[in-house]
């Protein structure tokens, strides 16, 4: 007979002797642990949860939608909002003035609520509480805060851009100002308004009056030298007002597109599985806490028994 076969022998040899023991303590271990599992000594905890997709979200880097949405549920923002909303630091009975008091919050708040991403890049919110209903609010609060997280950040970039752009708007504005100024100048003092037809025209004129003898010749050439004058300035300016108009009316529709930007009231996840209360306890698994005890008083029970034989031996 083989060492194996002989230990497996000696471990059956064992378990039949001693059977009324050893089903003794099973149903001792089984009264106990069913007491001590049951409401009397551990409050039932109901599970809430929510499945959901990013939307709307601009990720970072080389980061996905997906990790950037567990990011912003990671936020202490959005831990801090929850816990003032349900006042969980009377609820768990935390003393806030206790100095310890922030991170046993943090660890009760993290065995409660579980963030995580699915296999199909979705993320699943699941809030365990004694109050099923509770249990519920908190995910959808959670989903909320998220949702004003992400439109915060988004309008802080908004408002940046914002910022460049409209120095750039009111640069080229101050420009055009500048610009038509000075045309509005010149058109009073010098009668300039259209150069090309005007150059047209006076030349038309004068060799008219020429023809005619030098009739009104005079008015004639006081046009024609302010055309040679001021009329190159003029016709650049014209050219430059008009490159400028272009610029500034694109500027604007891009300042345009930000402040709409920056009034929208964007949601920054898609639902798919909306948080709702179960009164189907998820905690404690009685059948498991039983289980567990019925085994490791066995085991123990065994190995005493082994400890007693040998020492008889």
């Not at 089984?30 to 809430?48: D, E, G, H, T």
Request: hydrophobic share 40%.
């Amino acid at each position: 007979m083989s060492e194996y076969t002989e230990a497996s022998y000696n471990f059956i040899q064992l378990i039949i002797k001693r059977k009324i023991h050893f089903i003794v303590v099973s149903l001792v271990a089984i009264i106990v642990a069913s007491l001590f599992s049951s409401p009397w000594f551990i409050k039932p905890r109901y599970k809430s949860f929510a499945i959901l997709y990013p939307s709307n979200i601009t990720p970072y880097s080389e980061e996905s939608a997906s990790e950037q949405m567990l990011q912003l549920f990671g936020s202490s923002d959005i831990r801090n909002a929850v816990v003032k909303k349900f006042n969980l630091y009377s609820y768990y009975k935390i003393d806030s003035a206790d100095k310890s008091a922030t991170v046993r919050m943090m660890d009760m708040y993290e065995s409660r609520v579980e963030v995580s991403r699915t296999q199909y890049e979705s993320i699943e919110i699941s809030v365990l509480d004694e109050d099923p209903k509770r249990a519920s609010e908190m995910v959808e609060e959670i989903i909320h805060c998220m949702n004003l997280k992400a439109r915060e950040l988004q309008r802080e970039k908004s408002r940046e851009v914002e910022v460049v752009i409209k120095n750039q708007l009111d640069l080229k504005k101050r420009n055009v100002d500048s610009i038509d100024a000075r045309l509005h100048e010149l058109r009073v003092k010098y009668q300039l308004f259209d150069y090309d037809m005007q150059v047209k025209e006076v030349t038309k004129s004068y060799l008219k009056a020429v023809a005619a003898g030098g009739k009104n010749l005079k008015e004639i050439d006081v046009m024609m030298r302010n055309l040679e004058e001021k009329g190159g300035e003029y016709y650049q300016l014209q050219k430059t007002m008009k490159a400028l108009l272009e610029s500034y009316n694109i500027t604007k529709l891009e300042y345009d597109v930000v402040v709409k930007d920056l009034n929208k009231e964007l949601t920054y996840s898609n639902v798919v599985t909306k948080p709702a209360p179960s009164f189907i306890k998820a905690y404690p698994v009685r059948w498991l806490i039983v289980l567990a005890s019925v085994a490791s008083t066995n085991l123990l029970l065994f190995i005493l028994f082994i400890v007693l034989d040998s020492r008889k031996k």
